[in-house]
């Protein structure tokens, strides 16, 4: 189900408690979680302290992140079952890594 762009403007102004709150009934629901792509992999955001793998509820706002040096990436969803299972790849190193539901602020 995509979501309109009313549904995004409203979500984009929940605070960070409320887009927690979404993210998890989202992933719930839908048993996925969506990731930005690239030919490397999962994309990261890098700080002094550390690398984290951002993670979004829906496509719609993972695609949204796909701007500047991330224009060529693509979202993807990742399957809660095929993400939990033995032998995923980085699976369980990326969990302790996320930082959950990046949103851009808008100039106003």
Not at 17 to 29: H, P
Not at 70 to 86: F, M, N, R, V
Request: proline fraction near 4%; include cysteine.
């Amino acid at each position: 189900m995509s979501l309109s762009q009313d549904n995004i403007d409203k979500i984009e102004r929940y605070t960070p408690e409320e887009r927690l709150r979404y993210l998890v009934k989202e992933v719930v629901s839908h048993k996925q979680i969506w990731i930005l792509t690239d030919e490397d992999g999962c994309v990261m955001l890098n700080s002094e302290d550390e690398d984290c793998a951002p993670v979004w509820p829906n496509q719609e706002f993972a695609q949204s992140w796909a701007t500047g040096e991330w224009q060529d990436c693509e979202p993807k969803a990742i399957s809660l079952k095929s993400g939990t299972q033995a032998g995923h790849k980085g699976w369980k190193r990326m969990m302790s890594l996320l930082r959950y539901f990046r949103i851009k602020m808008k100039k106003v």
